[in-house]
């Protein structure tokens, strides 16, 4: 990759951290893990729904990421492999989150920008319109979200 790209990269990133922490989106990582764990996984991983995760099916997603990762299809997954697969699906994401902030679609993300999509979702959450948002408006945002993930991750299976 190019210093140009990495430094492109690496300001989209920044600019990506910076709207997550300012749209008090940000999650902890423990927490995003005790989710997953706690149900998503099952639901995305229990292909007989009986309640438990068998090797047996685990497997074959797991076959299945191994072989999208193999990009030259030896059979075997290099560093170099899992470093391009990674980085093409950070770059997807950042694409995505990155999209939503810059209101105009020139690839650059202005403070105005930033703002005014920060009042948008400030907007959505603050559903009694006082100005705060409240623990009950947070909750109903959280559930929205899990509802969500549960209808994508159910899409995917």
């Known amino acids: 990759m ?13 600019a990506v951290a910076a709207i997550t922490a300012v749209s008090g989106v940000a999650v902890s990582a423990n927490a995003v893990s005790r ?10 991983m229990d292909a007989n729904g009986d309640g ?6 685990i497997m074959p997603r797991l076959t299945k990421r191994f072989d999208r990762v193999d990009a030259d299809k030896d059979g075997k997954v290099t ?3 899992v470093g391009e697969h990674v980085r093409k699906r950070v770059a997807r994401r950042i694409g995505h989150v990155f999209g939503q902030f810059d209101a105009n679609e ?9 703002e005014s999509q920060v009042d948008k979702h400030f907007a959505r959450l603050d559903t009694d319109k006082n ?3 409240n623990r ?3 909750g109903a945002f ?3 979200m899990r509802a969500h993930m549960r209808k994508f991750f159910d899409q995917k299976n």
Request: zero cysteines.
């Open 142 to 144: 959280r559930d929205a």
């Open 79 to 81: 560093k170099a492999e």
């Open 35 to 44: 989710h997953w764990a706690g149900g998503m996984m099952m639901r995305h």
């Open 52 to 57: 438990k995760v068998t090797k047996a099916e």
């Open 131 to 133: 100005g705060e948002v």
């Open 2 to 14: 190019g210093e140009q790209m990495e430094k492109r990269t690496r300001n989209i990133v920044i």
């Open 136 to 138: 009950e408006e947070m």
């Open 106 to 114: 020139d690839g650059i993300m202005t403070k105005a920008e930033l």
